[in-house]
């Protein structure tokens, strides 16, 4: 059973920073590219963040250069770290991962529950 669970959310001012983290654990053979996502009230799922295994990177126009992902491969951890947020940040931040089980086994997409983060004064 693999399971993401993030931590990190909460209520920052505009301006602010946070540091949001994604731990995956259960049986676990690879991962593949690890992706944050978010959704705002009201608004579709959007990709924020993403970094393959080799550590290449890709980012929403919206948060370049304020926000930095980072993943630890022998922890199994991805991090977000958010900078200069503002209020249009706020959103339900959520942890994705390909992730195979065994060597036999396909990569399949698994998802965290979430973390809310509100940007607000």
């Known amino acids: 059973q693999v399971q993401l669970v993030e931590s990190g959310g909460g209520l920052v001012q505009p301006g602010g920073s946070l540091r949001l983290s994604c731990a995956a654990s259960g049986t676990i053979f690879s991962i593949q590219a690890m992706t944050w996502y978010r959704q705002a009230a009201g608004k579709q799922r959007e990709l924020v963040a993403a970094?393959?295994?080799?550590?290449?990177?890709h980012y929403a126009g919206s948060v370049k250069g304020r926000f930095t992902i980072s993943r630890d491969n022998a922890e199994k951890t991805v991090n977000l770290q958010m900078n200069s947020l503002k209020p249009e940040d706020t959103a339900v931040y959520y942890c994705?991962?390909?992730?195979?089980?065994?060597?036999?086994?396909?990569?399949?997409?698994?998802w965290g529950r979430g973390t809310q983060v509100t940007v607000s004064s």
């Open positions: 994705n991962a390909e992730i195979a089980a065994s060597s036999s086994h396909s990569y399949r997409n698994y």
């Open positions: 970094i393959t295994s080799g550590g290449m990177t």
